[in-house]
Nanobody
Framework: QVQLVESGGGSAQAGGSLRLSCAAS????????MAWFRQAPGKEREFVAA????????YYADSVTGRFTISRDNAKNTVYLQMNNLKPEDTAIYYC??????????????????WGQGTQVTVSS
């Protein structure tokens, strides 16, 4: 079993920055691919970013490319999402997710087996 706990959410002005953290416990962290998803009110959960086991491969949704950076520290069992140049449309609950599957769709929420409880990000104009 894996437990994921997000932190770092909060409020920011448009153009500002926030950094989310996701601490993992349970099975060896380095075995997982990790991702961030988000869900805005009245909308479906959407993929934001993912990072593979070694940290060498990262993937981003078009809407956040160039503004968000995903990274991981396997020694600390933590994955981060640095969010810069925030926009009001980034307002959502952000979820950390993990998968140990060898074959999976990077942006497919159904392929992630473990989820955190979510952290709220609110961006005002």
């Amino acid at each position: 079993q894996v437990q994921l706990v997000e932190s770092g959410g909060g409020s920011a002005q448009a153009g500002g920055s926030l950094r989310l953290s996701c601490a993992a416990s349970g099975r060896p962290f380095s075995n997982y691919a990790m991702a961030w998803f988000r869900q805005a009110p009245g909308k479906e959960r959407e993929f934001v970013a993912a990072i593979f086991w070694s940290g060498g491969s990262t993937y981003y949704a078009d809407s956040v490319t160039g503004r968000f950076t995903i990274s991981r520290d396997n020694a600390k069992n933590t994955v981060y999402l640095q969010m810069n140049n925030l926009k009001p449309e980034d307002t959502a609950i952000y979820y950390c997710a993990a998968t140990m599957r060898i074959r999976f769709t990077v942006g497919g929420a159904d392929d992630y087996d473990y989820w955190g409880q979510g952290t709220q990000v609110t961006v005002s104009s």
